[in-house]
């Protein structure tokens, strides 16, 4: 490497850290990488950047910034080069702020740490390379699974949002449930008038291809060069079209309670589902089934299937409000009917509670209570129920049983997971990217579910769930030329050996397996059928991939294995049995804030303790634990983020748990100590948690004394690669 | 093709910078769209700021989703960069005193108040705290990152602070001033302000000091609050053993709220789930008409039957406190049909939800359509929850009580909305 040394810009925070300035600026001029360095009062204030600016020129874009979390100041320097013409790809940062100064009272102890952490950030920036802005055109076409509201929404949204679009839908008709439904709380007005302008927006649009009595069969591809696979009306034939990105929108089904004895729904003809009362209330034919007759006294049952460990844990959340708009639809028709509902809790939110006011003003009667049973007996439907409040069974002969029946995925969400790659929840809906905050997205990149796909919704949550989708792939998209700095996992063909390994274990599905047609036939020994293909564009920069792949592969452009390696090295230089040093790496997500946050309000703990950033914790490989112990680390941990909330899509923090686990393993079988090894949850919300776990890995290392490598009595470990 | 990146000139007005104008903000701000986001409070986040841990995913509530700026799933408002994204024009203690103008083309007159601290320019070295009571960090999650300044708690230390803040960045002669700017688009995130329970005599509420509200709660159960996360008794600091939690207060109540709060049976179960399961030997009993935990939210149902939450079906009929600083509480039980004694060391209300100050004067100067004293839809039959009027939009729990994937859900509509009328 030509050069390879950087310029060190070291901050005083306004000559407010308690650190010996003088000691680092000697230290660090002495270290190999460093190419200079310059003590600032105030880098990130105007000055300071300007600094930054002219140290890049003369740097190659090569420097390290010793100061406060880069969390803060990144986005700063980035966007104050960015107007500047300047690449602030290769910049480096050390947190001597809230990872050193703040928390250790001792300033010499603090001062070694701050330059040690810069040492091995020299070495990180030695290897870094210059990342430029990329660019890939990609198709303006969505295509949109279900004619539902939802998908509906969808379509009309992405259409405006200046993209092509094609809408399948499986049935004859547009419309999903909301076509049969009399009355759609609390605006008063039934399922077709809600639909009405929206029907007739997607008439008038040319963008919007409508594809009724239409299935998709199946998905290949991946965000900007999917091709949906599907047969129209019975028609055995497969087709197929292009498109960029997927909505889901397949909405849900309602359940069918056939199996619970205790109701008798589809045997005796007088047991409806509550939509089933909705279809018939729509239709305008309210009457017993089983003879025609009028209906005046009918029974409604709720929670059918739902807040049930047999059936559906979860509660179904829409089917009060429906009873209730069923009852009041019922009272408007036949006034003096009579209706009793049979609930544990009535669960109306916000205004509905005022509907639910105004049935039981109008004389429905709500029973706390359950269902013992329903049978038939004189050409009479006989049903026993439980009231709860009065203590007592009562037994009456309804018109009508109308069951509020759970609500449940549709048919066919897990089929076609396989092909597009989203997750599934526990209650078999299509699991969110993230709960709080990404309800949208899925963990497929360009797959997006909006609607009662994800979870009940009622229509105006669907319709509001559609417009953010839309937005979502928008985002994505950027309308088809899509622009970013490839920051994320490049991969060398020549290397890969078609394991798959990262294609089964990256959290968001980027890497794909192409099967290779043209292999020649001579080399059979060397050949592969699969070999991955990764989209640096499409990453999400885990790095996951890196530290399972067996070859070394598939690497993150800003994080080489022998990047890593090299400041694991350099970081822990002189470690040594009189001063433990406990090493621990740290995803730049939940773990970066609390150990900042932990920084601010100033919690202290032992200064014996080195930390390295990563971008999930997933990144951590077992060799790149073992690496820590080899260079001298008597513990070393990692911290991540609580279990299921990885921030890149669930399981990051999963796979560096078993990369702690197998390190492990590996230590006891050849006579090390196991705990010198461990990993932790946090999140900012409870700094201590952080505090908690570094306090017990330094106790640790002092507890178990020297290392093999301290007293000189281990091997050199391998690097599986070579 | 879609033309993206144009940077449009007619800005949008956000007022509210909870996590839904916060969400709005930033994503116009990424489609090139410049964007005023303003907040009555010195710093942004509002209500999430003081809620510890968050349903669904029990882990911090002060998070919002990435931006280009910060991409990820999801980042800490203290690294959400606000500040440096140079489409956002963040201005806090400020409010929006008059809108007049007509649609697309609004003149909204801001109020801003006293900028003592340039937050841009504050670096948080705690100098001039150590000088001054007048000066705090509000939490360490604060947007800005910056400290507060309190003229009234003002004193000889804060002008040698002002002297000697290395960055200059303090300014005690600060003056509010006003300004008119031209907006085409208003988004109104105004959020919700909890209900405080003064006027609910049989409760005691701001005359018993064990009687708190469920954000109150959330406030001495935050690690990073003045008990460091220990659930002690607001009267003494005494460690509290026993807690009743009261639904519905103010909610589901002709004299005050008749509609739902919708939210407050899932965090109430969710400060009963914290304190059975990590506060040491402590026992909660809650009191309601219907436990509404929608949909996944069961799940907090489940655990705290599971976890010995009892649960009273009915209602709190006296309530006296004791001089040893517990409350003795008679409830009625309907399952039952009996009357229950309690004594509680801490009584916690689940109290209502409602619209803040100022909203209904918004909704007024706007023509907007009002729901329970919330913003409703413009259209009721569109079922567009977000659409408020012509070149008007809201979204969060300003609609209405709302969680908060739901406000940023609809904060994200609204902006999709917006893009879309702009193509
Ligand atoms: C005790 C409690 C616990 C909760 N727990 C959870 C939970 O665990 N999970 C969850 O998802 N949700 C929870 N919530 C709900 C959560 O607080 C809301 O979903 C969320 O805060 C809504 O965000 P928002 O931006 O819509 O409103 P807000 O957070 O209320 O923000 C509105 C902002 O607008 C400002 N503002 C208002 N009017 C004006 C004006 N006229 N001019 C200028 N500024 C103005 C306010 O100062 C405020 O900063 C909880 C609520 C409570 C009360
Ligand atoms: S919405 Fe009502 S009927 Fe439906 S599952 Fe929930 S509590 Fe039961
Ligand atoms: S770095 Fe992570 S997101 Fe990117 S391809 Fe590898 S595993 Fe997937
Ligand atoms: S893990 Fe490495 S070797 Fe295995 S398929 Fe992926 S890139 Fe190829
Ligand atoms: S002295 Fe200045 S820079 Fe330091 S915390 Fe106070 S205002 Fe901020
Ligand atoms: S959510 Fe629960 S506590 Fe809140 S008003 Fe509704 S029923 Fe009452």
């Known amino acids: 490497m030509a050069n390879n040394k950087s310029a060190v810009l070291v901050c005083t925070c306004g000559k407010q850290l308690q650190l010996d300035y003088e000691l680092i600026k000697n230290a660090v001029s002495k270290m190999k990488l460093a190419a200079s360095v310059t003590v600032h009062d105030l880098v990130c204030q105007e000055e300071g950047l300007a600094k930054i600016s002219e140290l890049i020129d003369k740097h190659d874009g090569r420097v390290v910034i010793a100061a406060c979390t880069n969390q803060k100041l990144q986005p700063r320097i980035d966007e104050y080069l960015k107007s500047d013409g300047k690449n602030s790809t290769q910049l480096q940062y050390v947190n001597i702020r809230e990872h050193s100064a703040w928390v250790h009272e001792n300033q010499e102890e603090a001062t070694r740490k701050s330059i040690d952490m810069i040492r091995g950030v020299l070495a990180r920036s030695a290897g870094s390379t210059l990342r430029q802005v990329e660019k890939k055109n990609v198709p303006s076409h969505v295509t949109i699974v279900g004619g539902g509201i939802a998908g509906i929404e969808a379509a009309l949204s992405l259409s405006n949002l200046g993209y092509d679009v094609t809408l399948i839908e499986l049935e004859e008709e547009l419309g999903g449930h909301v076509i049969h439904l009399p009355v759609v709380a609390p605006t008063d007005k039934s399922g077709k008038e809600i639909l009405a302008g929206r029907l007739d927006a997607l008439q008038k649009n040319k963008g919007i291809n409508v594809m009724t009595k239409t299935r998709v069969k199946f998905v290949e591809g991946e965000m900007g060069s999917f091709t949906v696979h599907y047969t129209t009306d019975g028609d055995e034939d497969e087709k197929t079209i292009g498109t960029s990105a997927i909505v889901m929108a397949t909405g849900f089904r309602e359940f069918k309670p056939t199996m619970m004895d205790e109701y008798r729904y589809g045997k005796n003809p007088d047991v409806l589902t509550q939509f089933e009362l909705s279809c018939m209330l729509s239709e305008g034919a309210l009457a017993r089934p089983s003879d025609g007759e009028e209906v005046k006294d009918i029974v409604m049952v709720q929670c059918v299937g739902s807040r049930n460990e047999e059936y559906k844990r979860d509660c179904s959340k829409l089917c009060c409000t429906f009873a209730i708009d069923n009852s009041l639809s019922i009272i408007e028709r036949v006034p003096d009917a009579k209706i009793r509902v049979i609930y544990m809790d009535i669960r109306v939110p916000f205004e509905h509670e005022m509907i639910y006011k105004e049935s039981r003003d109008k004389g429905v009667d709500y029973i706390r209570g359950r269902i013992s049973r329903v049978w038939e007996k004189d050409g009479k439907t006989h049903v026993q129920f439980y009231d709860s409040l009065l203590n007592q069974y009562f037994e009456v002969t309804p018109d009508l049983v109308v069951l509020s029946s759970a609500i449940l995925p549709p048919d066919g969400t897990r089929e076609l997971s396989e092909t597009l790659g989203y997750l599934i929840e526990d209650d078999g809906h299509i699991k969110e990217l993230y709960g709080k905050l990404r309800r949208n997205e899925t963990r497929r990149r360009g797959v997006v579910a909006v609607g009662g796909v994800t979870r009940p919704q009622f229509v105006s949550e669907a319709v509001t769930d559609a417009q953010a989708g839309a937005l979502m792939l928008h985002t994505e998209l950027q309308g088809g030329s899509i622009e970013s700095v490839a920051r994320g996992a490049v991969l060398n063909v020549d290397d890969c050996v078609g394991c798959s390994l990262c294609a089964q274990q990256c959290p968001r599905g980027v890497p794909l397996m192409i099967e290779q047609t043209d292999i020649e036939e001579e080399d059979e020994e060397q050949k592969f059928v699969f070999i991955a293909s990764i989209d640096t564009l499409l990453c999400h920069a885990c790095g996951v991939c890196q530290s399972l792949c067996p070859t070394g592969a598939t690497q993150l452009n800003f994080l080489s294995n022998e990047q890593l390696w090299s400041e694991i090295e350099a970081t822990l230089e002189g470690a040594g049995p009189d001063y433990p040093i406990t090493l621990c790496f740290y995803c730049e997500e939940c773990s970066v804030s609390t150990i900042d946050i932990v920084g601010t309000r100033k919690m202290n703990y032992p200064a014996s303790t080195r930390l390295i950033p990563v971008p999930c914790a997933g990144r951590v490989s077992i060799i790149d634990i073992l690496k820590a112990l080899e260079s001298g680390a008597s513990t070393v941990m990692i911290a991540a983020c609580e279990t299921d909330r990885c921030h890149i899509g669930g399981t990051g923090n999963e796979i560096a748990q078993v990369q702690v686990d197998v390190a492990r393993e590996i230590l006891t079988a050849i006579g090390w100590k196991g705990k010198r090894v461990d990993m932790f949850r946090m999140f900012s919300a409870e700094p201590e948690r952080f505090t908690t776990a570094i306090n017990e890995m330094v106790k640790r290392a002092k507890e178990l004394g020297p290392t093999p490598v301290h007293q000189g009595t281990s091997g050199k470990w391998m690097e599986a690669s070579k | 093709m879609v033309e993206v990146k144009t940077l449009v000139s007619n800005p949008v007005l956000v007022i509210g910078a909870g996590v839904a104008g916060l969400t709005a903000a930033t994503q116009l701000a990424d489609f090139g769209i410049r964007t005023v986001l303003v907040d009555r409070l010195p710093i942004v986040g509002g209500n999430a700021m003081d809620l510890y841990k968050a349903f669904p995913?029990?882990?911090?509530?002060?998070?919002?989703?990435?931006?280009?700026?910060?991409?990820?799933?999801?980042?800490?408002?203290?690294?959400?960069?606000?500040?440096?994204?140079?489409?956002?024009?963040?201005?806090?203690?400020?409010?929006?005193?008059?809108?007049?103008?007509?649609?697309?083309?609004?003149?909204?007159?801001?109020?801003?108040?006293?900028?003592?601290?340039?937050s841009k320019k504050c670096i948080m070295c705690g100098l001039c705290i150590e000088c001054s009571n007048a000066f705090c960090l509000p939490s360490p999650q604060c947007q800005p990152q910056a400290v507060i300044y309190d003229p009234e708690m003002s004193d000889e230390g804060a002008k040698k602070a002002e002297e000697e803040c290395p960055t200059k960045a303090i300014n005690l002669g600060a003056q509010p001033s006003e300004e008119t700017i031209q907006v085409s688009d208003i988004v109104i995130a105004t959020g919700y302000h909890e209900m405080k329970p003064v006027s609910i005599d049989e409760y005691g509420y701001g005359k018993i000091p064990n009687v708190v509200t469920q954000l109150e709660l959330a406030q001495i159960l935050d690690p990073n609050g003045k008990s460091g996360g220990a659930l002690v008794r607001p009267s003494d600091g005494g460690q509290v053993k026993r807690v009743m939690m009261v639904q519905c207060v103010g909610s589901r109540d002709e004299n005050y709220y008749p509609f739902c709060s919708k939210i407050c049976c899932v965090y109430a179960l969710k400060h009963a789930n914290i304190i059975t399961l990590e506060r040491d030997g402590t026992q909660v009993t809650v009191v309601y008409m219907d436990i509404r935990t929608y949909d996944r939210h069961e799940r907090y149902y489940r655990v705290a039957r599971d976890a010995g939450v009892r649960f009273v079906r009915g209602r709190v009929s006296r309530l006296e406190a004791c001089a040893d600083g517990t409350l003795d509480i008679i409830a009625y039980d309907s399952l039952l049909d009996k009357y229950l004694k309690f004594n509680v060391d801490l009584f916690v209300l689940s109290s209502a939800l409602e619209p803040p100050k100022g909203s209904a004067e918004l909704i007024e100067s706007l023509s907007l359509h009002p729901a329970s004293g919330f913003v409703g839809p413009a259209d009721l039959t569109s079922e567009n929850a977000v659409v408020a009027a012509d070149h008007v939009y809201v979204c969060g729990a300003a609609t209405g009580p709302a969680e908060i994937p739901e406000s940023v859900t609809q904060a994200r509509a609204v902006v999709s909305m917006i893009l879309q009328s702009r193509k």
């Open chain 2, 57 to 118: 995913t029990d882990d911090c509530s002060y998070c919002f989703e990435g931006s280009r700026l910060r991409p990820g799933i999801r980042k800490c408002f203290y690294r959400s960069a606000i500040l440096d994204q140079p489409n956002i024009d963040l201005k806090v203690n400020t409010e929006v005193t008059e809108i007049s103008g007509s649609p697309g083309k609004f003149q909204a007159k801001l109020s801003v108040g006293p900028q003592y601290i340039d």
